[in-house]
């Protein structure tokens, strides 16, 4: 006791100069650490399939087509009604075959799984038809757009039980993304009480205007998935949402500002999305999220480390003993490799169900319901 009162004595006589002492002593008891997660054994595929494409609006469309290619899907058509988004994925896998419509592939037996980018409102009742049809689905992000079609959508599952997935990539394609959970997992910070995400886009006026479910619906849906993730959180809701149109009179209709408080069985979620990333930047959005334990704390810089260290994949754990930086940039994706065994083996290993249709179903209660400032 008598060092404590002498400490906090000593503290108000010295002013900043010991305050900065007294911060130095005390990361010098706790140093921090910087590791380069290595790459670990490569995760070959165990099973092939056969997809087609339905839809390829927008680019997100190549990531997925990779994601499944790597995991030992053979991409065997693609089908759109729109050409120039059409001609650049031919450009870029010329092998694939021009499918002269989408009943053709859809009445393909051969064809195990339906992968979409399609404009986002057409994205879940291409789904239905495709489990309708005896094919599982993924979809990119939006994959729902309007509670009524997630109605729809969990209808057709019962159906068909076929599988209706949603490509999160910010999580399932973001390195970084992928050791956070599995530090989560493992306890590295105790349990989870909370995760805010904050996530900047750039906006592309002719992407992104049109049938995309509003801003929340939008871009939220990532950050709901990694609430409903990393808190483990089998139930949700919404706490409350806002959105706003600042700077985009033109569009009145449009919403480049939005944020929504969630709350959960897991733990506790905010988010924040915007359409305000600065041509200056370098990268698309300087996407961060804030993983808060009992036990410390982990802070992602998926994109950049501004006026930091180069590349992508930044992640920062702080725990009761010390503070460690971790470059995940050679981590490996398990998701492609997952997600094809699933639909071989009829599992949810590389992304449960439940919990994918729980991300959509906040975001459209909190774009339904948002405070529009």
Not at 248 to 276: A, I, L, S, T
Request: aromatic share 8%; hydrophobic share 40%.
């Amino acid at each position: 006791m008598a060092d404590d009162v002498s400490r906090r004595s000593f503290l108000r006589t010295a002013g900043p100069a010991g305050l900065v002492s007294s911060a130095a002593f005390a990361f010098q008891n706790h140093p921090a650490q910087e590791i380069v997660v290595p790459r670990g054994p490569e995760i070959k595929p165990e099973h092939k399939i056969k997809f087609a494409v339905i839809g390829v609006d927008h680019n997100h469309i190549n990531g997925i087509t990779d994601a499944l290619r790597r995991g030992g899907g053979e991409l065997v058509s693609v089908y759109s009604p729109t050409e120039k988004p059409l001609a650049d994925y031919t450009k870029k896998y010329p092998d694939v075959k021009v499918a002269a419509s989408e009943d053709e592939i859809l009445n393909d037996s051969s064809i195990q799984l339906i992968a979409s980018a399609a404009i986002p409102d057409q994205r879940a009742p291409t789904g239905i038809r495709a489990m309708h049809h005896g094919k599982d689905y993924l979809s990119d992000k939006p994959a729902i757009t309007t509670l009524e079609q997630l109605a729809q959508v969990r209808k057709a599952i019962k159906e068909t039980n076929r599988i209706f997935a949603i490509m999160y990539s910010e999580r399932l394609e973001n390195r970084a993304s992928v050791k956070a959970g599995e530090l989560v997992r493992a306890g590295a910070i105790g349990k989870v009480v909370q995760t805010i995400n904050i996530a900047p886009h750039q906006v592309h006026e002719e992407t992104r205007f049109p049938r995309y479910g509003g801003i929340l619906c939008d871009i939220g849906s990532h950050q709901a998935d990694q609430f409903v993730f990393y808190t483990n959180s089998t139930k949700a809701e919404v706490t409350a949402s806002q959105i706003a149109n600042v700077n985009w009179q033109k569009y009145p209709k449009f919403q480049d500002f939005g944020d929504m408080m969630m709350h959960g069985n897991g733990g506790f979620g905010y988010v924040r999305v915007d359409w305000f990333t600065p041509n200056g930047l370098g990268v698309w959005g300087d996407g961060r999220l804030f993983i808060l334990g009992t036990d410390g704390y982990i802070e992602l810089r998926k994109y950049i480390d501004v006026a930091g260290r180069k590349g992508a994949s930044h992640l920062f754990l702080v725990d009761q003993k010390q503070a460690t930086y971790m470059d995940c940039s050679q981590m490996e994706l398990p998701f492609g490799p997952q997600f094809v065994a699933d639909v071989v083996n009829r599992t949810h290993v590389a992304q449960d169900q439940e919990q994918a249709l729980l991300a959509t179903e906040l975001v459209l209660k909190a774009q339904k319901n948002a405070r529009m400032l």
